[in-house]
């Protein structure tokens, strides 16, 4: 008998994600999923998983659920302090993230709020066994797609999990490389495709400034606090594709940034492109943390590209081959 999992208190914002559904943007479906992909890959390792399995997103806040009918092997991915409370009223227990747990049929696991970042992620050994939509189990809220009937989790879901791949067997991410995942650096850039829509002066405006996350980001984008910048030729434009991490400036000049639930077409011309190694650390970023860009051409952006996805692979691989690490008692994040 596999486990199941009875959500006690979602959290702020939680939904069942996995690596996203490419291949329908030109049906106007984006293609969601983690938004910190890396964070979810490791988050599988742990728990035994190939990378792509649905596991939980949990946002700022954390959450609690419950272990139904069986044992569950479960990891969290993201800096969050975890409890295990068993059946019968015994005392909690502290558990440390970026590790892999044997958690008891009937046990109670509290995600504590996030200390760092702004995204955590659940994994269960088997994955989160709901039916995909278009091939994938990614939550898409505003059309309503996958996960648990298309929306962010609520209080009494019960999610089914998968059948085990392997036996349990512990597992950690060194608390050294996970830094990786909150670093402090520009976030990269590649100019266009609509930069003749502006001046040379306010280019540069807008690769000098420090910019700060609005309180209304979302999945869908993220809003800048900061610098305006001034369009040369207007701010409208025929309507062409949105990619991840175009940046668009509407008419009040504050930049938007496409992220993973983004609409995919759009009118208003794109400033620049972030490079694609640096979306997740954009979806790590909190409200008012602040930001600023770095141009750069494809040739590196592509090699930041390729070292971000051999460190990921070089992680994912280390938990496969060593099942037999030495643990310590690290209960906090």
């Known amino acids: 008998m596999s486990a199941r ?10 939904t069942v994600q996995d690596l996203g559904r490419p291949g329908y943007e030109h049906m106007g479906v984006p293609p969601s999923g983690a938004m910190d992909p890396g964070a979810l890959r490791l988050a599988n390792a742990l728990a035994g998983n190939p990378g792509d399995l649905a596991a939980l997103e949990f946002t700022v806040t954390g959450g609690r659920l419950r272990v139904l009918d069986a044992d569950c092997t479960l990891a969290f991915a993201g ?7 068993a059946a019968g009223g015994l005392p909690a227990r502290a558990l440390a993230p970026w590790q892999s747990h044997r958690v008891p049929a009937g046990a109670t696991l509290t995600i504590g709020p996030l200390a760092r970042g702004m995204r955590g992620y659940l994994a269960a050994s088997g994955g989160i ?9 990614s939550t898409l809220t505003r059309a309503g797609l ?11 879901d019960i999610l089914p999990i998968g059948r085990a791949r392997a036996p349990f067997q512990r597992r950690w991410v060194p608390l050294r490389h996970t830094a990786w995942f909150y670093r402090d650096a520009p976030i990269g850039v590649i100019l266009g495709p609509q930069q003749d829509h502006f001046s040379a002066s306010e280019i540069r405006r807008f690769l000098s400034a420090t910019y ?3 309180p209304q980001s979302d999945r869908m984008g993220l809003r800048l606090d900061g610098p305006a910048i001034a369009h040369a030729q207007g701010a409208d434009i025929i309507t062409d594709p949105i990619a991840a991490g175009s940046i668009q400036i509407p008419g009040a000049g504050q930049p938007l940034i496409a992220m993973n639930d983004r609409q995919t077409t759009g009118g208003y011309p794109k400033i620049a492109t972030v490079i694609s190694a640096d979306l997740p650390r954009l979806a790590q970023m909190r409200p008012g943390q602040p930001l600023r860009f770095e141009a750069m051409d494809a040739a590196a952006a592509i090699e930041r590209l390729r070292s971000d996805t051999q460190w990921l692979d070089t992680r994912e ?4 081959a060593d099942p037999n690490f030495p643990i310590f008692p690290l209960l906090l994040p």
């Open 317 to 320: 691989r280390e938990l496969r």
């Open 5 to 14: 999992l009875h959500i006690v208190a979602p959290g702020m914002l939680t």
């Open 79 to 85: 800096s969050a302090a975890l409890h295990v409370s």
């Open 129 to 137: 066994a709901v039916e995909p939509v278009l091939g994938s189990a």
């Open 146 to 156: 996958g996960g648990i009937e298309g929306r962010a989790l609520k209080r009494d």
């Open 212 to 214: 700060r996350l609005a």
